[in-house]
Each structure stands twice: as C-alpha cells, then as structure tokens.
C-alpha cells in the first residue's frame, strides 16, 4: 500500500524481482500501471484510496487478483513541515497516517484472522509497517508527523500483544476446527530521513540523508526475517539511542 512513490514503489519492485507476486496500491494509477508493466506476471494493481470507506473492500479484490496474502506492506504516509500549524496540514496528516493507517491494517488483521479460520495449514501472515524514527519522540517542526508515527508504532505493539494472547477457531486437514494462537507477526519499520518526495528536499536540507532502493533493501531483509522493529540505518539506531536518553524538560526546551 503506497507503492506508486518513494520507499513502497522500490519495496515494490525489490519483491517482485525477488520472484514475489505482489498486489500494489495507491491513488495515481499511471504510476501503478507503469510499475506493473515493468513486472506484467508478477505485479497486479488496485486503485485505493485508503482515506475512503471502500478502501478494505479494494483492498481485498487486490487479494483476489494475486490470488492471496501472506504480507500486508504499508508504506502509504503524508508528512509536513508545519511550524506555522496551520490546521488543514495537520488533519491531512491524521486523516491518512492515523485513521487510513488503522483502516487498512485491521482490513489485513480480519484477513488473516479469516484465512486462518477458513484455510487449513494456514502458514500465518505478516503485517509490516513503516513508522519512522520521528515516532520516537514528538518534534516541533512536525508535530502531527510525528505524532501520527507514534501512534503507528504504538498500535502496532497493541495488536502484537493482542495476537498472542487471541485464538482462531483453525479449520484441519479433515475439515474439523481446533482453537489455535493467531498466526500474525508484526514488522515495524522506522527510517531516517530517506530522499523521496515526502521531504520536499528543494525547500529544506536534510542530514544523514538515506537512498529509496538501499532502504527498500534493508527493509526487504527485516521482512524476511520476520524483524519485529527495525530502525535504517545503523547511525539512526545510534541517534535515537542517544535522544532519548534527553531528559524531557531538556528535549522540550531544543530549537529544531
Ligand atoms: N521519506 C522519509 O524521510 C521517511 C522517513 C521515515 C518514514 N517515512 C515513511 O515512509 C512511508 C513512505 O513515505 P515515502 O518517503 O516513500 O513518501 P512518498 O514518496 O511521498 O510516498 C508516499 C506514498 O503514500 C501514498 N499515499 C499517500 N496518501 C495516500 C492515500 N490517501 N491513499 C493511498 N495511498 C496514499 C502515495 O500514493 P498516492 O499519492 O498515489 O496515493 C505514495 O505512494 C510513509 O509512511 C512515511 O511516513 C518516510
């Protein structure tokens, strides 16, 4: 989900060069139909706009056209620089990062759920989803952006605990059910600053400033691996390491 741009279109592409067969969304279909065409039998592509109530329903017909799930990628995300809080900014950010975000990640929770309960030997799925290292501490200049990644982050651990502690009725082999632990593992993946449209970098400068496709890699590989968190890069691990060790009243005082 959010593969037409940025960091999901490479994750994207990454995938379906690994030999996966991939379902890609987003609003701008020339971009999906460009992606698809680069990959015709791998890739298949859904319009969905994941602020709109019908965005599950697409989401599953997507499912349908690549015959099933294993992982739900969410890349989709809006973010500003926002000193001024000006309102119609911060709304767009909780109206996409927030409310379209929670949409379409229990859209991907009741499919598995459902999967699980109707498909026997069901192998689990993945729910991965990109944060940001902004999710670790609120910053000033983006005060919806990064609130809304901390609220990625913390549903994520909330759906993680309630997994393990919730049991599907499993269908078996002989076509009896039998209550077994929710098979879903959750990835939550937190960046640095990446260079893709979402920064407007023609109108601010950035350090430490990451690459799209050696990002996209470092995540493929955190799926794969069925990571539960994973932070890129390395000197971002070593950033957040050492903000939060701030003291609050400290951090709360930083001109950003
Ligand atoms: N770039 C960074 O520095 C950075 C750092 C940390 C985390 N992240 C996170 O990484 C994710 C991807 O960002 P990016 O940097 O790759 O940005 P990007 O290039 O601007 O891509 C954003 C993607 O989100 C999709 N999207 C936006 N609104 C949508 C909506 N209403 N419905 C469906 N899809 C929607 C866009 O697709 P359409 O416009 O076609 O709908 C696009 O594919 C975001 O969650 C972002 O917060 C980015």
Known sequence: MGATSGIGYEVAKLLAQKGWRVGIAGRREEKLQALEQLFPQQIAYQIIDIEKDDAPELLEQLIDKIGGMELYFHSSGV?????????????????????????????????????????????????????????????????AYSASKAYNKAYIQALNQLSNSTRANSLQKGGSSKSKPLKICFTEIRP?????????????????????????????????????????????????????????????????
């Open 79 to 143: 973010g500003f620089q926002n000193k001024e809080l000006e309102e119609r900014a911060e709304l767009a950010t909780c109206a996409v990062n927030v409310t379209g975000f929670t949409r379409m990640v229990l859209a991907a929770w009741h499919y598995f759920t459902k999967r699980q309960e109707s498909t026997p030997d069901f192998c689990g799925g993945q729910i991965a989803v990109i944060s940001s290292v902004a999710s670790t501490r609120g910053l000033g200049p983006a005060a």
């Open 192 to 256: 640095g600053f990446v260079d893709t449209p979402l920064l407007d970098t023609q109108k601010y400068r950035y350090p430490m400033l990451l690459q799209p496709q050696k990002v996209a890699e470092k995540i493929v590989r955190a799926v794969e691996k069925k990571r539960r968190v994973a932070i890129i890069d390395w000197r971002y691990k070593i950033l957040v390491f050492f903000w939060r060790l701030i003291p609050r009243p400290l951090w709360e005082r930083i001109k950003l």
